[in-house]
C-alpha cells in the first residue's frame, strides 16, 4: 500500500477520518482481512470507563464556555496573578500539567481547559500563536504525574511498581514545568501588560468568578480524595456547569441548550470518529507485526547503551506518530523491555523515557491527537497549531535528552528502595 | 508448500507460566511439521478482552486463542460448570471427573465452531480487596468487578445481592488504582501477572473454585489443514495440556504462599458456613440450567463422576 | 430543479433535527445515569442493571450522531496547507469530489459496520439486547453517507464557510 493517495486527499481538504478510513479499508484489503474488523476495534470506544469522561467534560466546557466563565476567570487571575512577568503563562502550563494528569491523559485537558485560558492568554495581549502552541502542548506535559491513566498502564505492562513510577516522574515534571515557564517568560511575555496588585480588585472578581473556579478546584480535589472517578467527575461537573450557567448566573436560557449540545456533540463526533478509525488502523498494524519488526531492525543495528536509547528515541517518536499512546504503550513495551535489560537500563527510567516519548507523540502529525483537538476546540487549520506547537515540541525534545542521558532525575529517589518490588515469579 | 499460519491470541503477559508453555509448544508445532505450521502470538491482551479475541476468530483475523471462563463461555457455556463454587474439594476430584466429561465438552466445542486442542486451568479463585471485610454484608456495598458479559459470574454475584462493576479485563488494573472497582475475583497467579495484587492489600485465604481455560482453534483453520498436521495439533494438545495444568498449580499455589505473606487476610470469609453457601451455588446452578446457559444432562454427568470418584477415594 | 435542491435541503434539515435529538437524548442519558450510579453506589447500595455498559455505549450514541451533525456543518477535522478554504471558486469546485470521495469511503464503512452489527446480533456477548446498542453503528456511518451526498449537492451554493 503507498501513502501518497492518501496524503494527496488529506492535503486536498478532503475530512480526516475519511483518509484514515480509506486507508484502513485499502490496507484492510491488503492484508486479506474483513473490513468489518475495523468496526470490531471501533467498537471498544464503548468499552473504556475513562473515555465516557470526555463527552461530559466537553459537555461541561461548551456549558461553561456559553455562559462567560472564560471572561470571569479571565478576570480573576488578571487581580491574582497579572503583576508576575508571564503570570498567566505560568498558571496556564500548571493547571494543564495538573488536569491532564488527573484526566487521564486523553486529550480532555484542552477542550476542558482550552476554551477558558486561551482566551485569557489572548485578552492579556499574548502573541496567538504562543497562546495556542501553549496549550496545545500543555494538553499532554502533565503524563508522568499522577494518577495519568498512561503511567498506570506502563506499570501494568512492564510489572513496573507504579508509586516507584510516579516518584520517578516528579522531578521530570517539575523540570518541564520549569522549562516552559522561562520560555514564556523571555519569548511569550513580551507584548503582555504587567499590572500593579491590588486586594480590591481581587476580591470583585473573586466574588464574581467564585462558582466557576470552584469546578476545576472541585475536579482537581475529587480526584486527589478518591471520592470519585473520572467518568463521575465529568458528569458531576457537566451538571454542575449547566446548574450554574442555566439557575444560577441564568447567561443560558432553556432554549440555548440545544445549542450547547449541538456544539458538544459536533466536537466529540468529529473526535470520536478520528479515534475509533485509528484503533482499527493500529489493529492492523499489530496484525502485521509492524512495531515489533521496526524493533527489530534496531537490535541490528545497536551495540552499545548509548546508542540503544538514541535508537530507541528514534523509533517511539516514530511510533508516537502512527499511534495512539495507549495501544502503543501495549504494544511497544514488552519489545522493550528485554532489550533495556540486555542493556542494563533500569525499568524506572525506560519507563519514564517511553513515556516521554508517547508525550511528544501527541503534538506530532498525522496521529497527534491534540493537534487536532486543538484545531478543533480553537477553529484553525491544523498546521497553524502544528507552526504553534513547534517552539514546544522541541522543548520537549530538549527535555527529552535530557532524560534520557540524566538517569538521575528519574532515579534520584532510588538506592532507597533497590527493586523490591519485582516478584520471584 | 506455503507455511500454514495460526495467530494466537491469550490475554497472558509475555513471560507469564503460560506464555512459556506456548512458546514451547509454537516452537514444538514448528520442528514437527519442519516449518509448515507456523504460530504467531499476540500475548498480554494486544488483541484485546476475550470476547474481542472470539469477534477476531469468527472474522478470520485471529484462528486461535488461550481463554479462561468467559472466553469458553461465549463458546461453549456448559462447560462452565467444572468451575462452579465449592462444587469440588482438591485438584484429584477436578482431574477424575474432567477425564469422564471432556469428550462431551470437546463435541460441545466442535458444534460451536472450535476445535478444543488442550484443556487448562488459570488457577484457585479467591477474592482480592482493597480494604478489609468484617463481614460478607459488606460485599454488597463494595464494587466488585465482574468480567464485562459474564452471564456466569454475574448469575452468582446477583444470588448473593453484590452490585457488580462491569468492566474488559484490560480496564481492571486503572479501575483498581482509581477506585471504581475495590475487589476482584482472581487467582493468585492471573493476581500477580496482571499486577492487581499490588492494589489489593487484602486476600481471601480460602479457593472457592478453579478457573478454568481452555486452548482452541477455528474449525475454520482446523479443517482448512492436512490431515498430517490435524494430527499433530491434536497430538501436542494432550502434552501441552498436563504441562499447562502442572505448571499452573505449581506456579498458582506458589503465588498463593507468596500473597499469604504479603496480604492480610479477608476474615469474613474465614466464617462462611460453607453449606450454606454450596446450597446457594447449587440453587444459582439451577437457575442457570432453566436460563439454558448451562446444560442439566452435562451437570448430572458431572454429579455422577464426582459421586463415583468420591465412593472410590473414600 | 430548484424544487429538488429545496427537498434536498429540507431533507437534511430534518436529518440533523433527528441526529440533533438523538445526541441530547444521549447526553441527558449519560447524566441521569451518571448521577443514579453515583447515587446508587454510594447511598443506596443498589445500581441500574447493566447501567455501567449502556452508559459506555452511550458515548458512541452522542459521539456518532455528532459525527453525523459534522458532516452536515462541514465540521469535520481537515487540513488545508494551502488555504485553499478562503477562495470560493475552489470552494465550489471541490464540493462535489471532495464529498463524492467522503460518500464512498463511508459506503464501505457502514458495509463494515452493517457485517459487524450482525455478527453483534449472532453472537451477543452477555445480555442478548445490548446488540441494539451497537445499532448505532451501521446507522451513523449510513446517514454520513447520506449527509456527504447531500453536501456533493448542496455545498456548491453555500454562502458561509
Ligand atoms: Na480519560
Ligand atoms: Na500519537
Redesign the pocket.
Known sequence: MTLLPFVALALLGVPLFVVLGAAALVATRDAQLDSALLMVEFARLAASPNLVAIPLFVLAGATMGHGGAGRRLVRFFNALLGWMPAGIAWVAAASCMLFTAFSGASGVTILALGGLLYPMLKDEGYPERFALGLISSGGSMGLLLPPSLAVLLYGVVAQVDIGDLFVAGLLPTLLLFVMVGSYAVRRGARGAPRHRFRWRELAAAARAGWADLLLPIGVVAGLAAGLLTVAELAACSALYALVLETVVHRTIRAKELAWVGYEAATLVGSIFVILGLSLGLTNLLVDAQVPMRLLDWVVEQVHSPLAFLLWMNAVLLVV??????FS?IVIVTPLLLPLATHFGIHPLHLGIVVLAN?EI??L?PP???NLYLASQRFKQPVLTVFRATLPFLLLLLVWLLLLTYVPALSLWNQGMHGAAAQLPL | ADAYVLKFATLAPAGSTWMKAFDAWGKELARASQGRLVVKFYPGGIAGDEPDMLKKIRFGQLQGAALAGHGIGEIFPPARILEAPFLFRDHAEIDAVRARVLPAIEKGFRDNQYELLAWMEVGNVHFFSTRPLANLDELARRRIWQWQGDRFIAAFFDANGWAAVALPITEVYPALATGLVDTVVSTPLASIALQWSGKTPYMSTRAMATGIGAVVVSRKFFGGLPADLQALLKRTGGPLSQRLIADTRRDDSKALALLARRTQPMTAFQQVDLAAQAARARKTVEALEAARYLSAELDRQVDTALADHRRGAD | MPRLLGALRQLERALTRLELGVALLAFAAMLALSLADIVGRNLLHATVPAGDVVLRHLVLWVALPGAALAAAAGRHLHLDPANLAAWPRWRRLSAIPVNLVAAVVCTFLARAAWAFWLDEWRHPSGQAWLAWLSLILPAAFALLTLHFLLRAVLARDVKTP
Open positions: 508516537g506518530c502512527m499511534m495512539d499512546i502503543a508517547l507523540g501527541y506530532t496521529v497527534g491527537i
